[in-house]
């Protein structure tokens, strides 16, 4: 009996005679899982190392897409959408920050952060979702709206990638109009909103005497004087400066505030 030896891990190459075949893993998990494995795990400049948990973990965000579609689907069914986004305006920013990013690393070919910015929205949908400790999806009139348009993206985003899923996806949910509306490849590729990527509020580091002590919200369109005036009025500070006078105030723009006692 020969001995067994153990290289360490290495990647798969004709040359090693080492390479899985795809066909095993498509008559498992399906094309959009193996496509989405292979996407995801490592540049296309680079070799893959196999994995079978990352196999296995694509195959399990494929099934939180579906089932959360399939609940917005239900939710749709029952509730009567509110007009706008201003209840959901963090979730819309977060989304079309990272379709922003995405749409730079498309241009680069650099698919596997793309992936990571579709399962970024996907997080980011159902942590919106969820209301407290409960696991169970709930769709407000509020939200529907917002996790509409979301959808919308994530699917677009996602059909070079995983084309039947979401193909289909996007047929039972309409979110296309025109020629669109049965066929997620006539869809126009989204792009980020620029007004939704806006800001009311920012949050500063709010610092005592170079100590940090927490964060403050501020007008995102506030003079240097107003956020002066707002950090040290504000309850955190007032705090821990335990009523003794301030000597000045240091602003990083879009940073951190620094109160000096």
Not at 3 to 25: C, E, F, H, R
Not at 30 to 39: K, N, P, V
Not at 210 to 222: D, E, H, I, L, N
């Amino acid at each position: 009996m020969w001995p067994a030896v153990y290289g360490g891990v290495g990647t798969m190459s004709k040359s090693k005679n080492n390479g899985i075949d795809p066909q095993a893993l498509i008559d498992e998990y399906g094309a959009d899982t193996a496509r989405l494995f292979i996407m995801f795990a490592s540049p296309p400049e680079q070799s893959l190392e196999w994995s079978d948990a990352g196999v296995e973990g694509a195959f399990r965000f494929l099934k939180r897409l579906w089932n959360f579609c399939v609940h917005f689907q239900q939710a749709t069914g029952t509730e009567a959408a509110a007009a706008g986004h201003v209840a959901h305006a963090d979730l819309r920013r977060e989304v079309h920050a990272v379709l922003k990013q995405a749409n730079y690393d498309f241009q680069k070919f650099q698919f596997n952060t793309v992936v990571s910015a579709a399962m970024k929205i996907l997080n980011a949908l159902e942590r919106a979702s969820r209301t407290g400790a409960s696991a169970d999806l709930t769709f407000t009139a509020e939200l529907i709206p917002v996790a509409g348009e979301s959808l919308s993206i994530l699917l677009r985003l996602l059909a070079p990638i995983t084309p039947h899923i979401t193909y289909h996806l996007w047929r039972e949910l309409r979110l296309g109009t025109g020629e669109a509306q049965q066929d997620v490849f006539r869809a126009p590729w989204p792009e980020a909103d620029e007004n939704a990527l806006k800001q009311d509020e920012i949050e500063l580091v709010l610092q005592i005497n170079g100590k940090t002590r927490g964060a403050t919200r501020v007008p995102s369109a506030a003079s240097k004087e107003q956020v002066e005036q707002l950090a040290v009025n504000s309850p955190l500070a007032q705090k821990y400066m335990e009523g003794r006078p301030v000597k000045k105030v240091i602003v990083v723009p879009g940073r951190l505030v620094n109160i000096v006692i």
